[in-house]
């Protein structure tokens, strides 16, 4: 007797938790989720095996049903245009199933690598520059708190609803997710 799975779209797992040997684990991972009828893979990025872009073109390869959120990348590991062509490549070829999640990071570990500290505007300012480039808008001059950029644009062409998803333990960044 064959069961149906019901996909609980409400319902999501971490993929790869804790200190993985191997990024492969994630295959047998997603493979189960869609069988248990999970909605939702997260994928968490750190400075090893867990690098986001490659993982969830990884889940996107191997799976059919569940959605795919970064939770969370980090909006200055990358140029805004690196992201953003990331993010509109992962929409179109899962067929709309990825959502882009941002997050401060861990922020002892950034400030031992030399790298700033995520600020509240800084997300914001950059989840507006998200929106936009994926419905095809060409920024001039856009100087903001995430910098300072002549000329922002991928494809004008461009009118994609990639949603964006965000990390937050704090009162701010609570209050952003509301906004942003």
Known sequence: MSQTITQMNELGFYTLPGAPKSPRDLIHEVESAEE???GACFISERFNIKEA?????????VSKTVGIATAATNHNTRHPLVTASYATTMHRLTEG????????????????????????AQM???ANVMKRLFKGEVIFGHDGPIGKYPILALDPTFDENIPLGITAFGQNTLELAGRA
């Open 124 to 126: 914001e300012d950059f």
């Open 53 to 61: 872009v490659t993982l969830s073109g990884a889940v996107g390869a």
């Open 97 to 120: 199933r990825f959502c882009l999640g941002i997050g401060r990071g861990i922020g002892p570990l950034f400030a031992a690598y030399g790298m700033s500290k995520i600020t509240t």
């Open 36 to 38: 248990l009828g999970i």
